[in-house]
């Protein structure tokens, strides 16, 4: 998924929630964060850090690092339970059953899923490209991200700029 569906279905699901009672008080800012916390952080490391490994996915799209969030949370508290959901919601949206190699690193072999060479920017953009170009349906996934998005929009009433300010400003939603 891009990046921009991971916080447009995270805000969603943050919507219907706290529509059904649920996530009270939760920052919107915190859940695109933790949305795209494990691009954030991978993305990076495979450009600079690891140029020649061939994967876009590395250490924060892995079961390990994820486990050990939720032990973390666990033990700290259910306050972050949400920011939790979207970190981890991130390996869903990514499909990451279908990617091995990576999800259940290092239990099968010290590489990460080979992909493509991404060891630029350049190179990161070229292979993103091939990807819209080659799976119609991320550019589904991505259209009804938009809707989500619209319907947060609408639902909230964020047109109307004390809502949008007070949504920019503190991550909040009118209830």
Do not use: C
Not at 80 to 99: E, K, T
Not at 128 to 133: A, C, P
Request: no cysteine; charged share 20%; aromatic share 16%.
């Amino acid at each position: 998924m891009l990046p921009f569906g991971h916080f447009e279905f995270t805000w969603g699901a943050a919507n219907a929630l706290q529509h059904a009672g649920f996530l009270e008080d939760v920052d919107y800012r915190g859940l695109a964060l933790a949305s795209v916390a494990p691009d954030l952080i991978d993305k990076p490391l495979a450009v600079f850090v690891f140029p020649k490994a061939n994967a876009a996915l590395l250490f924060s799209h892995t079961l390990i690092l994820h486990l050990a969030v939720w032990a973390l949370v666990l033990w700290r508290g259910k306050k972050w339970l949400p920011y939790a959901l979207a970190f981890s919601g991130h390996l869903v949206a990514d499909r990451m059953w279908g990617f091995t190699q990576t999800l259940l690193w290092p239990f099968r072999g010290r590489q990460f899923h080979q992909w493509q060479h991404v060891g630029s920017p350049e190179a990161f953009l070229k292979a993103y490209r091939e990807i819209v170009r080659t799976e119609p349906k991320l550019a589904a996934f991505e259209l009804v991200g938009l809707g989500l998005l619209g319907w947060l929009v609408v639902d909230r009433k964020l047109w109307r700029r004390r809502q949008l300010w007070r949504f920019i400003r503190r991550g909040r939603v009118s209830q």
